[in-house]
């Protein structure tokens, strides 16, 4: 496959020329665009996977080397610095939503500005890097592109995830653990909308729905925390 002249921006920017472009070009292309054509391409989930074991042990090497603190705060650190919101950020800034191979349908839902598919496709970038200059060069692009970051702590400083509050506040109250089940998924297989509820000994806490398994639990663990921490009504009769 000959490589598209506009990426020759994108890995300057990325401060890695490719010498398997054809690499790049995979972690560009969304299962909305591959499926449709004839016969049909690899898409960049293989490289996603890649990417996120990738980035999950450069980020814990970093952290490691500059904080002092202990294994509680360095987990809450990597996962602040690897949530999808701080990654679809990364990627804005690298500008790989201009670049990315969509379906017609995602393209027409604004698919190039979702959070959900800039993460991923960072993540699959920083595979495709890996794969064709080693970690010294995955390694190189994540501590340039998260420098600011890990000099501020934000992954310190990182909010816990709700499920993570759920779970404590519920073991406070003694009622046990939670367990999320799906509901059901909607939509077409590549832009499906999830719903989730959590559970605590077979009753429905909350619900909650997103564009990922990931999402839609975390915001039925959300409308759990809301209902179990909401101050109850007063009787004024």
């Given at each position: ?123 699959a970038v920083l595979g495709a890097v890996h794969l064709d200059g080693g970690l010294e060069a995955a390694r190189s692009l994540v501590l ?94």
């Amino acid at each position: 496959m000959e490589q598209a002249p506009d990426l020759d921006d994108l890995q300057r920017r990325l401060g890695h020329r490719f010498v398997d472009p054809t690499l790049l070009e995979r972690a560009l292309t969304h299962r909305s665009w591959a499926h449709d054509q004839t016969p049909p391409e690899r898409d960049y989930e293989r490289l996603e996977f890649l990417g996120d074991a990738v980035l999950g042990v450069i980020v814990a090497e970093k952290l490691f080397s500059m904080y002092p603190h202990d294994e509680g705060h360095l987990t809450r650190a990597r996962s602040g610095l690897v949530r999808k919101e701080h990654l679809s950020s990364v990627a804005q800034k690298l500008e790989l939503g201009q670049h990315l191979r969509l379906g017609k349908g995602e393209e027409a839902s604004g698919g190039r500005d979702k959070p959900s598919i800039l993460s991923d496709v960072f993540e699959a970038v920083l595979g495709a890097v890996h794969l064709d200059g080693g970690l010294e060069a995955a390694r190189s692009l994540v501590l340039r592109t998260m420098d600011q970051a890990f000099h501020e702590g934000a992954g310190l400083e990182a909010p816990r995830d709700a499920r993570t509050l759920l779970q404590e506040h519920l073991q406070q109250l003694g009622r046990g653990t939670p367990s999320y089940r799906i509901v059901r998924s909607e939509g077409p297989p590549h832009a499906p909308t999830w719903t989730q509820e959590v559970v605590v000994a077979g009753e429905v806490l909350g619900r909650g729905v997103g564009p990922s398994k990931q999402q839609a639990a975390r915001a039925a663990a959300r409308q759990a925390l809301a209902v179990l921490t909401e101050p109850p009504a007063v009787d004024v009769s």
